[in-house]
C-alpha cells in the first residue's frame, strides 16, 4: 500500500501564499511521475501541476507563473508553492502518484494512488 499524507493547506487572502507538501510512504517503488490535481465544489477534478521521475514539470495554464512545484526524491515528498493566490484557486488540493512496479509474476505494472486532499480556500 501507498500512502500520501498532504499538509500546508488553509484560508489565506487574494495575494497571498501557501505552500503545501505531500509526503509518499509504503510500499514505493519508482515513482513515474507526483504532483497535484484540485477540485472545486461543483467542478471536475483537474491537474494542476505535476513533475516527473527526471525533474518535468506540466502545470495548468490557470496556475502557470504562479505556482511551482518541486521535489525532494529521497523523502518521497512533493511541495507545491502557490503564490499570487485568487479566489478561484480556492478547492481541495489533492496529490496524486503514479508508480511502476513489479507483480508477483515479474511483469511491470503501473498503479496510481491518491491522497486524501487539504482544502485551501483564497478569500476575496
Known amino acids: 500500500q501507498v500512502q500520501l499524507v498532504e499538509s500546508g493547506g488553509g484560508l489565506v487572502q487574494a495575494g497571498g501564499s501557501l505552500r503545501l507538501s505531500c509526503a509518499a510512504s509504503g510500499s514505493i517503488f519508482s515513482i513515474n511521475y507526483i504532483g497535484w490535481y484540485r477540485q472545486a465544489p461543483g467542478k471536475e477534478r483537474e491537474l494542476v501541476a505535476v513533475i516527473s521521475s527526471g525533474g518535468n514539470t506540466n502545470y495548468s495554464d490557470s496556475v502557470k507563473g504562479r505556482f511551482t512545484i518541486s521535489r525532494d526524491n529521497p523523502k518521497n515528498t512533493v511541495y507545491l508553492q502557490m503564490n499570487s493566490l485568487k479566489p478561484e484557486d480556492t478547492a481541495v488540493y489533492y496529490c496524486?502518484?503514479?508508480?511502476?512496479?513489479?507483480?508477483?509474476?515479474?511483469?511491470?505494472?503501473?498503479?496510481?494512488?491518491w491522497g486524501q486532499g487539504t482544502q485551501v480556500t483564497v478569500s476575496s
Open positions: 496524486n502518484l503514479e508508480q511502476t512496479y513489479l507483480t508477483p509474476r515479474g511483469w511491470s505494472d503501473t498503479s496510481r494512488h
